[in-house]
Protein backbone atom coordinates (compact mmCIF):
# COMPACT_ATOMS: atom_id res chain seq x y z
CA UNK A 1 0.00 0.00 0.00
CA UNK A 2 0.97 3.07 -0.45
CA UNK A 3 2.65 5.90 2.20
CA UNK A 4 -0.31 8.36 3.70
CA UNK A 5 2.04 10.52 4.13
CA UNK A 6 -1.07 13.03 5.65
CA UNK A 7 -0.85 10.35 8.49
CA UNK A 8 2.62 11.28 9.52
CA UNK A 9 1.70 15.35 9.01
CA UNK A 10 -0.57 15.30 11.76
CA UNK A 11 1.45 13.44 13.93
CA UNK A 12 3.98 16.56 13.28
CA UNK A 13 1.83 18.77 13.61
CA UNK A 14 1.01 17.71 17.13
CA UNK A 15 4.29 17.45 17.94
CA UNK A 16 5.53 20.73 16.74
CA UNK A 17 2.59 22.02 18.88
CA UNK A 18 4.24 20.64 22.03
CA UNK A 19 7.43 22.32 20.81
CA UNK A 20 5.35 25.65 20.84
CA UNK A 21 3.79 25.08 23.92
CA UNK A 22 6.38 27.16 25.73
CA UNK A 23 5.98 30.21 23.98
CA UNK A 24 2.66 29.79 23.78
CA UNK A 25 2.65 29.83 27.30
CA UNK A 26 5.27 32.84 27.47
CA UNK A 27 2.78 34.64 24.86
CA UNK A 28 0.03 34.39 27.83
CA UNK A 29 1.98 35.24 30.86
CA UNK A 30 3.08 38.43 29.07
CA UNK A 31 0.53 39.07 27.33
CA UNK A 32 0.83 43.08 25.54
CA UNK A 33 4.15 42.93 27.48
CA UNK A 34 5.63 40.47 25.60
CA UNK A 35 9.29 41.88 24.53
CA UNK A 36 9.86 39.50 22.00
CA UNK A 37 12.16 36.69 23.61
CA UNK A 38 11.90 32.97 23.18
CA UNK A 39 10.58 30.76 25.91
CA UNK A 40 13.64 28.30 26.53
CA UNK A 41 12.63 25.13 27.90
CA UNK A 42 16.10 24.37 29.52
CA UNK A 43 18.68 26.99 31.07
CA UNK A 44 21.37 25.26 28.67
CA UNK A 45 19.49 26.59 25.76
CA UNK A 46 21.61 30.22 26.48
CA UNK A 47 24.36 29.18 25.48
CA UNK A 48 23.16 27.33 22.33
CA UNK A 49 21.47 30.81 21.36
CA UNK A 50 24.49 32.61 22.28
CA UNK A 51 26.28 30.94 19.75
CA UNK A 52 23.48 31.15 16.85
CA UNK A 53 23.62 35.24 17.68
CA UNK A 54 27.60 34.79 16.89
CA UNK A 55 26.99 33.10 13.46
CA UNK A 56 24.20 35.32 12.50
CA UNK A 57 26.61 38.35 13.17
CA UNK A 58 29.11 37.00 10.73
CA UNK A 59 31.60 35.91 13.90
CA UNK A 60 33.73 33.09 13.29
CA UNK A 61 32.98 29.69 13.91
CA UNK A 62 35.62 29.59 16.60
CA UNK A 63 33.79 31.98 18.78
CA UNK A 64 33.36 32.89 22.11
CA UNK A 65 30.05 35.05 22.95
CA UNK A 66 30.77 35.20 26.47
CA UNK A 67 34.37 36.34 26.52
CA UNK A 68 33.72 38.17 23.33
CA UNK A 69 37.23 36.43 21.59
CA UNK A 70 37.41 35.27 18.47
CA UNK A 71 39.48 33.29 16.09
CA UNK A 72 41.76 35.45 14.15
CA UNK A 73 45.43 35.23 12.92
CA UNK A 74 46.95 37.08 15.76
CA UNK A 75 44.60 35.09 18.76
CA UNK A 76 43.65 31.66 16.95
CA UNK A 77 41.54 30.01 19.28
CA UNK A 78 41.18 26.21 19.91
CA UNK A 79 37.78 24.39 19.12
CA UNK A 80 35.18 24.45 21.64
CA UNK A 81 31.72 22.15 22.25
CA UNK A 82 30.07 24.13 19.98
CA UNK A 83 32.44 25.06 17.01
CA UNK A 84 33.24 21.31 16.62
CA UNK A 85 29.59 20.76 16.72
CA UNK A 86 28.54 23.47 14.31
CA UNK A 87 26.36 21.64 11.17
CA UNK A 88 23.00 22.03 13.34
CA UNK A 89 23.83 25.70 14.63
CA UNK A 90 24.98 26.55 10.67
CA UNK A 91 21.78 25.13 9.67
CA UNK A 92 20.32 27.81 12.04
CA UNK A 93 22.34 30.95 11.78
CA UNK A 94 22.45 30.66 7.42
CA UNK A 95 18.95 31.00 7.10
CA UNK A 96 18.15 33.66 9.57
CA UNK A 97 21.25 35.89 8.75
CA UNK A 98 20.01 35.58 4.90
CA UNK A 99 16.17 36.66 5.81
CA UNK A 100 16.80 38.79 8.98
CA UNK A 101 16.00 36.77 11.38
CA UNK A 102 16.72 37.87 15.40
CA UNK A 103 18.10 35.15 17.35
CA UNK A 104 14.87 34.65 19.31
CA UNK A 105 12.42 33.94 15.95
CA UNK A 106 15.49 31.45 15.28
CA UNK A 107 15.19 29.69 18.47
CA UNK A 108 11.73 29.28 18.15
CA UNK A 109 11.30 28.48 15.05
CA UNK A 110 14.11 25.40 15.44
CA UNK A 111 12.11 23.87 17.90
CA UNK A 112 8.97 23.69 15.51
CA UNK A 113 10.78 22.45 12.64
CA UNK A 114 12.72 20.12 14.71
CA UNK A 115 9.52 18.43 16.77
CA UNK A 116 7.55 18.30 13.05
CA UNK A 117 10.35 16.96 10.41
CA UNK A 118 11.52 14.33 13.63
CA UNK A 119 7.88 12.97 13.93
CA UNK A 120 7.65 12.88 9.97
CA UNK A 121 10.85 10.57 9.74
CA UNK A 122 9.73 8.56 13.06
CA UNK A 123 6.52 8.10 10.65
CA UNK A 124 8.46 7.43 7.47
CA UNK A 125 10.17 4.41 9.08
CA UNK A 126 7.91 3.01 11.16
CA UNK A 127 5.77 3.15 8.01
CA UNK A 128 8.31 1.10 6.14
CA UNK A 129 8.69 -1.31 8.71
CA UNK A 130 5.20 -1.91 9.75
CA UNK A 131 3.27 -1.60 6.81
CA UNK A 132 0.76 0.56 8.32
CA UNK A 133 -0.20 4.20 8.28
CA UNK A 134 -2.40 4.20 11.66
CA UNK A 135 0.11 2.37 13.74
CA UNK A 136 3.35 4.19 12.44
CA UNK A 137 1.40 8.01 13.22
CA UNK A 138 0.24 6.57 16.57
CA UNK A 139 3.74 5.25 17.40
CA UNK A 140 5.77 8.43 16.00
CA UNK A 141 3.69 10.55 18.77
CA UNK A 142 4.33 7.99 21.18
CA UNK A 143 7.92 8.29 20.97
CA UNK A 144 7.37 11.50 21.51
CA UNK A 145 5.46 12.57 24.15
CA UNK A 146 6.68 9.25 26.62
CA UNK A 147 10.13 10.28 25.80
CA UNK A 148 11.11 11.54 29.19
CA UNK A 149 8.05 9.17 31.03
CA UNK A 150 11.09 6.27 29.44
CA UNK A 151 14.10 8.47 30.82
CA UNK A 152 12.59 8.10 34.11
CA UNK A 153 11.74 11.93 33.79
CA UNK A 154 9.97 14.87 33.00
CA UNK A 155 6.36 15.21 34.70
CA UNK A 156 5.56 11.61 35.95
CA UNK A 157 7.75 12.22 39.20
CA UNK A 158 5.64 14.75 40.36
CA UNK A 159 2.30 13.47 39.24
CA UNK A 160 3.48 10.20 40.95
CA UNK A 161 5.28 11.17 43.99
CA UNK A 162 6.92 14.39 45.38
CA UNK A 163 9.69 14.49 42.72
CA UNK A 164 10.72 17.36 40.34
CA UNK A 165 8.79 18.15 36.77
CA UNK A 166 11.81 18.63 34.55
CA UNK A 167 12.97 18.44 31.99
CA UNK A 168 10.59 19.29 29.23
CA UNK A 169 10.48 16.95 26.18
CA UNK A 170 14.29 16.59 26.46
CA UNK A 171 14.75 15.43 22.97
CA UNK A 172 13.41 19.23 21.16
CA UNK A 173 16.43 21.13 23.80
CA UNK A 174 17.59 23.78 20.89
CA UNK A 175 19.64 23.11 19.04
CA UNK A 176 20.96 20.08 20.79
CA UNK A 177 19.85 17.35 20.58
CA UNK A 178 16.93 19.20 18.92
CA UNK A 179 18.25 19.47 14.96
CA UNK A 180 20.15 16.26 15.44
CA UNK A 181 17.07 13.91 16.24
CA UNK A 182 15.08 14.48 12.82
CA UNK A 183 19.10 13.34 10.95
CA UNK A 184 19.24 10.19 12.87
CA UNK A 185 15.78 9.26 12.75
CA UNK A 186 17.01 9.05 8.91
CA UNK A 187 19.73 7.36 9.40
CA UNK A 188 17.48 4.71 11.00
CA UNK A 189 14.70 4.85 8.03
CA UNK A 190 17.85 4.54 5.48
CA UNK A 191 19.65 1.72 7.31
CA UNK A 192 16.19 -0.30 7.00
CA UNK A 193 15.45 0.96 3.70
CA UNK A 194 19.32 -0.22 2.66
CA UNK A 195 18.12 -3.91 4.60
CA UNK A 196 15.19 -4.39 2.81
CA UNK A 197 15.69 -3.34 -0.36
CA UNK A 198 15.68 -7.00 -1.78
CA UNK A 199 12.54 -8.20 -0.02
CA UNK A 200 8.99 -7.05 0.18
CA UNK A 201 7.10 -5.87 3.50
CA UNK A 202 4.86 -8.67 5.17
CA UNK A 203 1.78 -10.07 3.56
CA UNK A 204 -1.43 -10.55 4.41
CA UNK A 205 -0.15 -13.94 6.05
CA UNK A 206 2.33 -12.11 8.09
CA UNK A 207 5.14 -14.06 5.66
CA UNK A 208 7.92 -11.76 3.38
CA UNK A 209 7.45 -12.22 -0.31
CA UNK A 210 10.55 -12.29 -2.62
CA UNK A 211 11.37 -8.82 -4.13
CA UNK A 212 12.66 -11.12 -7.27
CA UNK A 213 10.52 -8.93 -9.62
CA UNK A 214 12.95 -6.42 -9.44
CA UNK A 215 16.14 -7.12 -11.47
CA UNK A 216 19.36 -7.04 -9.21
CA UNK A 217 20.58 -3.72 -10.86
CA UNK A 218 17.69 -1.67 -9.29
CA UNK A 219 17.83 -2.82 -6.25
CA UNK A 220 21.53 -2.21 -6.12
CA UNK A 221 20.72 1.44 -7.20
CA UNK A 222 18.41 1.77 -4.72
CA UNK A 223 20.69 0.75 -1.63
CA UNK A 224 23.18 2.74 -3.24
CA UNK A 225 20.90 5.83 -2.93
CA UNK A 226 19.96 4.84 0.63
CA UNK A 227 23.18 4.11 1.50
CA UNK A 228 24.17 7.74 0.57
CA UNK A 229 21.59 9.37 2.42
CA UNK A 230 22.14 7.66 5.46
CA UNK A 231 26.05 8.53 5.17
CA UNK A 232 24.92 12.04 4.64
CA UNK A 233 22.30 11.53 7.61
CA UNK A 234 25.37 10.21 9.90
CA UNK A 235 27.66 12.62 9.15
CA UNK A 236 25.23 15.80 10.09
CA UNK A 237 25.02 13.93 13.64
CA UNK A 238 28.91 13.75 13.66
CA UNK A 239 29.05 17.38 13.18
CA UNK A 240 25.75 18.30 15.37
CA UNK A 241 25.62 16.21 18.57
CA UNK A 242 28.18 13.48 20.14
CA UNK A 243 25.38 11.41 21.72
CA UNK A 244 23.50 10.85 19.14
CA UNK A 245 26.25 10.08 16.27
CA UNK A 246 27.46 7.19 19.05
CA UNK A 247 24.52 6.03 19.17
CA UNK A 248 23.69 6.07 15.54
CA UNK A 249 27.02 4.20 15.46
CA UNK A 250 25.92 1.69 17.96
CA UNK A 251 22.98 1.21 16.06
CA UNK A 252 25.11 0.29 13.03
CA UNK A 253 27.38 -2.10 15.15
CA UNK A 254 24.17 -4.57 16.88
CA UNK A 255 22.98 -4.63 13.02
CA UNK A 256 25.99 -6.06 11.91
CA UNK A 257 26.28 -8.35 15.04
CA UNK A 258 23.00 -9.46 14.41
CA UNK A 259 23.62 -10.11 11.00
CA UNK A 260 26.52 -11.89 11.61
CA UNK A 261 24.85 -14.26 14.13
CA UNK A 262 21.60 -14.51 12.40
CA UNK A 263 22.63 -15.16 8.93
CA UNK A 264 19.16 -14.02 7.08
CA UNK A 265 18.69 -14.66 3.58
CA UNK A 266 21.07 -12.57 1.51
CA UNK A 267 23.17 -11.85 4.31
CA UNK A 268 26.17 -12.17 2.97
CA UNK A 269 25.60 -9.02 0.15
CA UNK A 270 23.95 -7.38 2.88
CA UNK A 271 26.99 -7.59 5.05
CA UNK A 272 29.47 -5.98 1.84
CA UNK A 273 27.07 -3.10 1.59
CA UNK A 274 27.33 -2.29 5.25
CA UNK A 275 30.77 -2.18 4.82
CA UNK A 276 30.83 -0.06 2.46
CA UNK A 277 28.22 2.46 4.88
CA UNK A 278 31.03 1.90 7.45
CA UNK A 279 33.72 3.02 5.57
CA UNK A 280 32.40 6.08 4.67
CA UNK A 281 30.99 6.57 8.18
CA UNK A 282 34.64 6.03 9.80
CA UNK A 283 35.70 8.89 6.70
CA UNK A 284 33.36 11.52 8.31
CA UNK A 285 34.79 10.83 12.09
CA UNK A 286 38.47 11.50 10.07
CA UNK A 287 37.85 15.65 10.64
CA UNK A 288 35.90 15.28 13.99
CA UNK A 289 38.65 13.57 14.92
CA UNK A 290 40.98 16.05 14.15
CA UNK A 291 38.46 19.19 15.62
CA UNK A 292 38.56 17.28 18.93
CA UNK A 293 41.77 17.22 18.79
CA UNK A 294 42.18 20.70 18.85
CA UNK A 295 39.77 20.91 21.82
CA UNK A 296 40.18 23.61 24.54
CA UNK A 297 41.72 22.36 27.73
CA UNK A 298 38.38 23.77 29.26
CA UNK A 299 36.06 21.29 27.51
CA UNK A 300 37.88 18.56 29.69
CA UNK A 301 36.43 19.98 32.85
CA UNK A 302 33.04 20.26 31.27
CA UNK A 303 33.04 16.79 30.16
CA UNK A 304 33.55 15.11 33.24
CA UNK A 305 35.09 11.84 31.59
CA UNK A 306 35.47 9.04 34.42
CA UNK A 307 37.74 5.67 33.60
CA UNK A 308 35.79 2.76 34.99
CA UNK A 309 34.55 -0.67 33.07
CA UNK A 310 31.38 -0.61 35.73
CA UNK A 311 28.33 -2.02 34.44
CA UNK A 312 24.82 0.24 33.72
CA UNK A 313 22.07 -1.55 33.74
CA UNK A 314 19.72 0.29 36.36
CA UNK A 315 18.61 2.87 33.40
CA UNK A 316 15.03 3.51 32.40
CA UNK A 317 15.39 3.00 28.88
CA UNK A 318 17.19 -0.30 29.01
CA UNK A 319 13.90 -1.53 31.06
CA UNK A 320 11.87 -0.45 27.83
CA UNK A 321 14.60 -2.09 25.41
CA UNK A 322 14.10 -5.22 27.44
CA UNK A 323 10.80 -5.38 27.70
CA UNK A 324 10.97 -5.57 23.78
CA UNK A 325 13.22 -8.71 23.72
CA UNK A 326 11.14 -9.98 26.15
CA UNK A 327 8.40 -9.33 23.38
CA UNK A 328 10.48 -10.68 20.72
CA UNK A 329 10.82 -13.78 22.32
CA UNK A 330 7.71 -14.64 23.19
CA UNK A 331 7.29 -14.12 19.23
CA UNK A 332 10.25 -16.47 18.57
CA UNK A 333 8.72 -18.92 20.98
CA UNK A 334 4.70 -18.45 19.82
CA UNK A 335 6.20 -19.02 15.82
CA UNK A 336 4.94 -15.81 15.25
CA UNK A 337 8.11 -15.09 13.18
CA UNK A 338 11.73 -16.59 12.76
CA UNK A 339 14.64 -15.15 13.78
CA UNK A 340 16.39 -15.41 9.94
CA UNK A 341 13.77 -12.64 9.09
CA UNK A 342 15.63 -9.38 8.44
CA UNK A 343 13.18 -7.43 10.10
CA UNK A 344 13.47 -9.19 13.73
CA UNK A 345 17.23 -8.83 13.48
CA UNK A 346 16.98 -5.65 12.98
CA UNK A 347 14.41 -5.08 15.87
CA UNK A 348 16.68 -7.05 18.01
CA UNK A 349 19.34 -4.33 16.63
CA UNK A 350 17.51 -1.81 17.98
CA UNK A 351 16.28 -3.07 21.65
CA UNK A 352 20.18 -3.55 22.21
CA UNK A 353 21.36 0.02 21.19
CA UNK A 354 20.03 1.22 24.71
CA UNK A 355 22.29 -1.68 26.36
CA UNK A 356 25.23 -0.82 24.43
CA UNK A 357 25.66 3.23 24.73
CA UNK A 358 25.23 2.43 28.52
CA UNK A 359 27.49 -0.26 28.97
CA UNK A 360 30.49 0.90 26.58
CA UNK A 361 32.77 1.10 29.22
CA UNK A 362 33.02 -2.14 30.19
CA UNK A 363 35.55 -2.30 26.95
CA UNK A 364 36.96 0.89 26.16
CA UNK A 365 37.01 1.67 29.95
CA UNK A 366 35.69 5.28 29.76
CA UNK A 367 32.11 6.65 30.47
CA UNK A 368 30.98 10.10 29.22
CA UNK A 369 27.95 11.79 31.27
CA UNK A 370 25.72 8.80 30.51
CA UNK A 371 22.83 10.78 31.84
CA UNK A 372 22.24 12.48 28.20
CA UNK A 373 21.89 9.30 26.60
CA UNK A 374 19.48 8.01 29.21
CA UNK A 375 17.62 11.37 28.57
CA UNK A 376 18.45 12.39 24.96
CA UNK A 377 18.12 9.41 22.63
CA UNK A 378 18.65 6.35 24.17
CA UNK A 379 14.82 6.74 25.73
CA UNK A 380 13.68 7.38 22.34
CA UNK A 381 15.14 4.67 20.84
CA UNK A 382 13.57 2.34 23.73
CA UNK A 383 10.27 3.47 22.27
CA UNK A 384 10.97 2.70 18.97
CA UNK A 385 12.46 -0.64 19.74
CA UNK A 386 9.33 -1.61 21.92
CA UNK A 387 7.18 -0.70 18.87
CA UNK A 388 9.08 -2.71 15.96
CA UNK A 389 8.45 -5.64 18.62
CA UNK A 390 4.81 -4.99 18.99
CA UNK A 391 4.38 -4.42 15.15
CA UNK A 392 6.03 -7.99 14.53
CA UNK A 393 4.12 -9.36 16.60
CA UNK A 394 0.98 -7.74 15.25
CA UNK A 395 1.53 -7.87 11.59
CA UNK A 396 -0.63 -9.94 10.56
CA UNK A 397 -3.44 -7.56 11.71
CA UNK A 398 -1.16 -4.44 10.44
CA UNK A 399 -2.16 -3.13 7.03
CA UNK A 400 -5.02 -4.88 6.13
CA UNK A 401 -7.45 -2.33 6.97
CA UNK A 402 -9.24 -3.88 9.68
CA UNK A 403 -10.91 -1.64 12.26
CA UNK A 404 -9.44 -3.27 15.58
CA UNK A 405 -5.74 -2.10 14.90
CA UNK A 406 -6.85 1.56 13.83
CA UNK A 407 -8.88 1.46 16.72
CA UNK A 408 -6.14 0.31 18.89
CA UNK A 409 -3.81 2.80 17.02
CA UNK A 410 -6.54 5.88 17.54
CA UNK A 411 -6.75 5.40 21.10
CA UNK A 412 -2.97 4.90 21.64
CA UNK A 413 -2.49 7.99 19.53
CA UNK A 414 -5.26 9.72 21.93
CA UNK A 415 -3.34 8.93 25.06
CA UNK A 416 -0.09 9.77 23.97
CA UNK A 417 -1.37 13.53 22.83
CA UNK A 418 -2.95 14.39 26.03
CA UNK A 419 0.69 12.77 28.16
CA UNK A 420 2.19 15.19 25.51
CA UNK A 421 -0.11 18.05 27.04
CA UNK A 422 0.32 16.62 30.43
CA UNK A 423 4.12 16.91 30.21
CA UNK A 424 3.89 20.27 28.17
CA UNK A 425 2.08 21.46 31.83
CA UNK A 426 4.24 20.29 33.95
CA UNK A 427 7.40 20.98 32.76
CA UNK A 428 6.89 24.24 31.26
CA UNK A 429 5.66 25.98 34.32
CA UNK A 430 9.05 25.36 36.10
CA UNK A 431 10.74 27.76 34.10
CA UNK A 432 7.69 30.21 33.48
CA UNK A 433 9.34 32.52 36.04
CA UNK A 434 12.56 32.47 34.24
CA UNK A 435 10.73 32.83 30.73
CA UNK A 436 8.95 36.09 32.47
CA UNK A 437 12.31 37.96 33.79
CA UNK A 438 14.32 37.04 30.73
CA UNK A 439 11.90 39.06 28.44
CA UNK A 440 11.64 41.71 30.99
CA UNK A 441 15.38 42.34 30.55
CA UNK A 442 15.29 42.05 26.77
CA UNK A 443 15.06 45.93 26.25
CA UNK A 444 18.39 46.40 27.65
CA UNK A 445 19.67 44.11 25.64
CA UNK A 446 18.13 46.15 22.58
CA UNK A 447 19.65 49.30 24.19
CA UNK A 448 23.26 47.10 24.54
CA UNK A 449 22.54 46.51 20.70
CA UNK A 450 22.15 50.39 20.16
CA UNK A 451 25.75 51.37 22.49
CA UNK A 452 27.19 48.51 20.01
CA UNK A 453 26.20 50.83 16.61
CA UNK A 454 28.81 53.42 17.42
CA UNK A 455 31.88 50.89 18.61
CA UNK A 456 34.72 49.36 16.82
CA UNK A 457 34.41 46.04 18.55
CA UNK A 458 31.22 45.97 20.55
CA UNK A 459 32.06 42.21 21.06
CA UNK A 460 34.85 43.02 23.63
CA UNK A 461 33.12 45.78 25.25
CA UNK A 462 32.28 44.23 29.04
CA UNK A 463 29.47 43.81 30.81
CA UNK A 464 28.88 43.55 34.64
CA UNK A 465 25.50 42.50 35.22
CA UNK A 466 24.12 41.88 39.34
CA UNK A 467 21.32 40.21 37.48
CA UNK A 468 22.73 36.16 37.03
CA UNK A 469 19.54 35.21 34.98
CA UNK A 470 20.10 38.13 32.67
CA UNK A 471 23.97 37.55 32.50
CA UNK A 472 23.54 34.15 31.37
CA UNK A 473 21.37 35.33 28.89
CA UNK A 474 22.97 38.07 27.20
CA UNK A 475 25.23 36.81 24.71
CA UNK A 476 22.43 35.69 22.80
CA UNK A 477 20.32 39.01 22.70
CA UNK A 478 23.30 41.22 22.54
CA UNK A 479 26.57 41.77 20.98
CA UNK A 480 28.99 42.69 24.01
CA UNK A 481 30.66 40.08 26.46
CA UNK A 482 29.81 39.29 29.62
CA UNK A 483 32.02 39.38 32.92
CA UNK A 484 30.57 36.59 34.27
CA UNK A 485 28.11 34.03 33.96
CA UNK A 486 26.75 30.34 34.37
CA UNK A 487 27.50 29.18 31.15
CA UNK A 488 30.86 31.15 30.61
CA UNK A 489 33.30 28.01 30.89
CA UNK A 490 31.25 25.81 28.25
CA UNK A 491 33.47 27.75 25.56
CA UNK A 492 36.69 28.00 25.13
CA UNK A 493 37.79 31.70 24.72
CA UNK A 494 38.57 31.52 28.27
CA UNK A 495 40.81 29.11 30.05
CA UNK A 496 39.56 27.21 33.40
CA UNK A 497 41.77 29.70 35.75
CA UNK A 498 40.64 32.20 33.89
CA UNK A 499 36.88 31.57 34.08
CA UNK A 500 37.39 31.20 38.04
CA UNK A 501 39.25 34.57 38.03
CA UNK A 502 35.96 36.52 36.74
CA UNK A 503 33.68 34.42 38.96
CA UNK A 504 36.44 35.97 41.54
CA UNK A 505 35.88 39.72 40.12
CA UNK A 506 31.94 39.25 39.56
CA UNK A 507 31.95 38.01 43.79
CA UNK A 508 34.48 41.02 44.62
CA UNK A 509 31.70 43.27 42.56
CA UNK A 510 29.12 42.37 44.92
CA UNK A 511 31.08 43.05 47.78
CA UNK A 512 30.78 39.13 48.73
CA UNK A 513 33.63 38.32 51.18
CA UNK A 514 35.21 35.32 52.75
CA UNK A 515 32.18 34.22 54.35
CA UNK A 516 29.73 34.92 51.99
CA UNK A 517 31.94 32.38 49.18
CA UNK A 518 31.75 30.08 52.49
CA UNK A 519 27.98 30.03 52.13
CA UNK A 520 27.38 29.88 48.69
CA UNK A 521 30.21 26.82 47.93
CA UNK A 522 27.88 25.26 50.91
CA UNK A 523 24.38 25.60 49.22
CA UNK A 524 24.89 27.19 46.08
CA UNK A 525 25.55 24.86 42.73
CA UNK A 526 26.15 27.22 40.73
CA UNK A 527 29.21 28.48 42.46
CA UNK A 528 29.86 25.06 43.26
CA UNK A 529 29.58 24.69 39.18
CA UNK A 530 31.95 27.98 38.82
CA UNK A 531 35.01 26.87 41.25
CA UNK A 532 34.83 23.13 40.89
CA UNK A 533 33.38 22.26 37.49
CA UNK A 534 30.29 20.16 37.09
CA UNK A 535 29.73 17.33 38.75
CA UNK A 536 30.71 18.36 42.39
CA UNK A 537 27.23 19.27 43.05
CA UNK A 538 25.31 15.98 41.97
CA UNK A 539 26.28 12.27 41.47
CA UNK A 540 23.68 12.79 37.85
CA UNK A 541 26.13 13.51 35.43
CA UNK A 542 29.00 11.22 36.48
CA UNK A 543 29.74 7.51 37.96
CA UNK A 544 32.58 9.14 39.51
CA UNK A 545 30.96 12.23 41.80
CA UNK A 546 32.65 13.33 44.62
CA UNK A 547 30.90 15.84 46.76
CA UNK A 548 32.77 18.65 47.83
CA UNK A 549 34.84 18.34 51.20
CA UNK A 550 35.61 21.22 54.21
CA UNK A 551 39.31 21.56 53.34
CA UNK A 552 38.55 22.19 49.29
CA UNK A 553 36.08 24.90 50.93
CA UNK A 554 38.54 26.39 53.38
CA UNK A 555 41.35 26.41 50.48
CA UNK A 556 39.36 27.89 47.90
CA UNK A 557 38.02 30.43 50.61
CA UNK A 558 41.52 31.56 51.49
CA UNK A 559 42.33 31.90 47.64
CA UNK A 560 39.69 34.13 47.43
CA UNK A 561 40.80 35.78 50.36
CA UNK A 562 43.99 36.51 49.05
CA UNK A 563 42.65 38.01 46.02
CA UNK A 564 40.49 40.42 47.55
CA UNK A 565 43.61 41.30 49.36
CA UNK A 566 45.44 42.03 46.32
CA UNK A 567 43.18 43.33 44.27
CA UNK A 568 44.32 46.30 42.02
CA UNK A 569 43.34 48.53 39.61
CA UNK A 570 45.29 46.70 37.24
CA UNK A 571 42.44 43.78 38.13
CA UNK A 572 39.78 45.82 38.07
CA UNK A 573 39.98 47.21 34.06
CA UNK A 574 41.18 43.26 32.72
CA UNK A 575 38.74 42.81 31.70
CA UNK A 576 37.88 46.75 31.22
CA UNK A 577 33.96 46.52 32.18
CA UNK A 578 32.05 49.40 30.08
CA UNK A 579 28.09 48.63 31.23
CA UNK A 580 26.87 47.61 34.69
CA UNK A 581 23.01 46.30 34.54
CA UNK A 582 21.56 46.85 37.88
CA UNK A 583 17.66 45.12 38.75
CA UNK A 584 15.87 48.56 40.60
CA UNK A 585 14.19 47.65 43.08
CA UNK A 586 16.72 45.46 44.62
CA UNK A 587 19.54 46.44 47.37
CA UNK A 588 22.29 45.82 45.66
CA UNK A 589 25.67 46.98 47.04
CA UNK A 590 27.85 48.91 44.16
CA UNK A 591 30.39 50.00 46.74
CA UNK A 592 33.36 47.72 46.11
CA UNK A 593 32.70 48.60 42.18
CA UNK A 594 32.70 52.04 42.97
CA UNK A 595 36.25 52.19 44.46
CA UNK A 596 37.23 51.73 41.07
CA UNK A 597 35.18 52.99 38.08
CA UNK A 598 32.73 55.87 37.72
CA UNK A 599 29.15 55.16 36.96
CA UNK A 600 27.05 57.77 34.79
CA UNK A 601 23.41 58.55 36.00
CA UNK A 602 22.44 55.54 34.85
CA UNK A 603 18.81 54.66 32.22
CA UNK A 604 16.09 52.93 33.55
CA UNK A 605 14.73 50.25 31.65
CA UNK A 606 11.98 48.27 32.28
CA UNK A 607 13.21 46.67 35.71
CA UNK A 608 16.54 47.73 35.85
CA UNK A 609 18.78 50.62 35.15
CA UNK A 610 21.87 50.33 32.74
CA UNK A 611 25.12 52.58 33.65
CA UNK A 612 28.01 53.42 31.62
CA UNK A 613 31.19 52.60 33.30
CA UNK A 614 34.34 54.86 33.00
CA UNK A 615 37.89 52.95 35.01
CA UNK A 616 38.85 55.09 37.47
Not at 164 to 184: D, K, N, Q, V
Not at 424 to 452: F, G, M, S, W
Not at 566 to 587: H, M, T, W
Request: with cysteine; hydrophobic share 50%; proline share 5%.
Amino acid sequence: MKTRWQFGVIAGIIVAFFCFYPQLKMFYLRGSEWNGHYAYNDIDEVAYAAYIRALIDGRPRRNDPYSGRDDAADSPQPESLFSIQFAAPYTIAIPARILGIGTPWAMILTGIAAGFFATLLCFWFLRKFSGDDWFAMAVSISVFAFGALAAGEGAFPEIAYEGFSYPYFPGFRRYIPALAMPAFFAVLGFLWAFIAANFRPADHTGRLTSGEMESPERIQRRRLIYGFFASIAFAYCVFSYFYIWTTAAALFGAIVLFWIAIRPKGFFSDLKGLAIIGAVWLLALIPYAYLLSRRADSMDHVQLLVFTRMPDLNRVPEWVAGLSIVLLVIGLMRGKFRLSEPPVGFAFAVAAVPFIVFNQQIITGRSLQPIHYQVFIGNYVALVGLAMSLALLWRRRLGQGRNGPKIASSVVFIVATLWGLIECHYTVRVLDDANIERDKALPIARRLEQYATNSADPHRATVLSYDWIFADDMPSVAPQNILWARHQHVFAGLSWEESKERYYKQLYFQNIDEDGLDYLLRNDFVTMIALFGWGRHTDRLSFDAKPLTDREIREEVANYAYFRKKFDRQNAGNPLISYVVVPEGEETDLSALLLWYALDEGERIGNHILYRARLK
